[in-house]
């Protein structure tokens, strides 16, 4: 499960990935040692259309589209195990998932070189995960899950149409207040953790059920929200990373790069959205 920003990514990735192509991979060609081409030659070379990105090996947007299609969908199977073929397992395949998906999320994260087996087997423990916590969930609280769902997807195209119109952009500064709100969310999911772990909070959500300011709004309603802002401008880096590595020429190996990232973050936002809702209807 990812509980903080998105390592997968950053444009530095995918530059020296396409910094490290051979000029081949341009659609180039050395004639290094070879006679003089005639004129014939030469206009049938310069009249050919230029080759594009698929003809030399690059990344391109169709790529990343149908890696992360075949990423979700493999998430969408792992979950259905404990939702459909085994749910009194739920519990059992929710702790699985949550331990194997955290490792496995690290091991493709500090690859150098993406290894689709790792991304697809990442995107199964995830789905277990998922799809146990979702069952437990919609035990209680009935519609949840059809909630959450719902407000990943609207996050998810608000972000993106947001993103392709040039008005939200991972700058500098903003990434610095990424940085900072990230560590601050980082270091809160420990304490919280921590103080579950030990008993010394016996709340099912720990710190976050705690009131806020006397205003009678539970204190994980705000971290929530802001989580969710944070995993929504996750999405605008890997955006802005891809858009980056399809620009400049990152090899087309890449693209499970790109497609990891976007579920790790997926993942993310469905999670907190679950927790979110779970907290709001907490009294029922």
């Not at 969408?76 to 519990?91: D, K, Q, T, Y």
């Not at 069952?135 to 949840?144: D, H, K, T, V, Y």
């Given at each position: 499960m990812a509980i903080g920003g998105n390592p997968v990514f950053n444009g530095k990735t995918f530059r020296s990935a396409a910094r490290g192509t051979s000029p081949a991979a341009y659609g180039t060609t050395t004639f290094a040692g070879q006679s003089a081409l005639n004129q014939q030659q030469l206009e049938h070379m310069y009249n050919r259309p230029a080759a594009g990105p698929a003809e030399t090996g690059r990344m391109t947007y169709d790529d990343v589209i149908v890696k992360t299609i075949l990423s979700i969908a493999v998430?969408?199977?792992?979950?259905?195990?404990?939702?459909?073929?085994?749910?009194?397992?739920?519990?059992?395949?929710?702790?699985?998932?949550?331990?194997?998906?955290?490792?496995?999320?690290?091991?493709?994260?500090?690859?150098?070189?993406?290894?689709?087996?790792?991304?697809?087997?990442?995107?199964?423990?995830?789905?277990?995960?998922?799809?146990?916590?979702?069952?437990?969930?919609?035990?209680?609280?009935?519609?949840?899950?059809?909630?959450?769902?719902?407000?990943?997807?609207?996050?998810?195209?608000?972000?993106?149409?947001?993103?392709?119109?040039?008005?939200?952009?991972a700058t500098p500064k903003a990434m610095k207040f990424f940085m900072i709100a990230m560590l601050s969310y980082l270091a809160f999911s420990l304490i919280n953790l921590g103080l579950m772990a030990f008993n010394l909070n016996d709340d099912p959500w720990g710190l976050r059920s705690a009131d806020f300011l006397g205003t009678g709004i539970p204190f994980g309603v705000i971290i929530g929200i802001l989580a969710i802002g944070l995993a929504a401008f996750s999405l605008i880096i890997d955006f802005t990373s891809i858009d980056e590595g399809v620009k400049h020429g990152a090899p087309q190996r890449y693209s499970w790069t790109a497609a990891f990232g976007l579920t790790v973050t997926l993942v993310w936002l469905y999670v907190e959205f679950l927790r979110l809702l779970a907290i709001l209807r907490g009294d029922e």
């Open positions: 998430v969408l199977v792992g979950a259905a195990i404990p939702v459909f073929l085994v749910p009194g397992l739920a519990p059992v395949l929710m702790i699985v998932g949550l331990i194997g998906g955290f490792v496995l999320g690290l091991v493709n994260s500090f690859k150098r070189e993406p290894v689709p087996a790792l991304i697809l087997a990442y995107s199964a423990l995830e789905g277990l995960f998922l799809g146990g916590i979702t069952m437990i969930l919609e035990a209680r609280f009935e519609g949840i899950a059809f909630q959450a769902l719902l407000g990943t997807l609207t996050v998810f195209g608000v972000t993106l149409a947001l993103f392709k119109s040039g008005k939200v952009r």
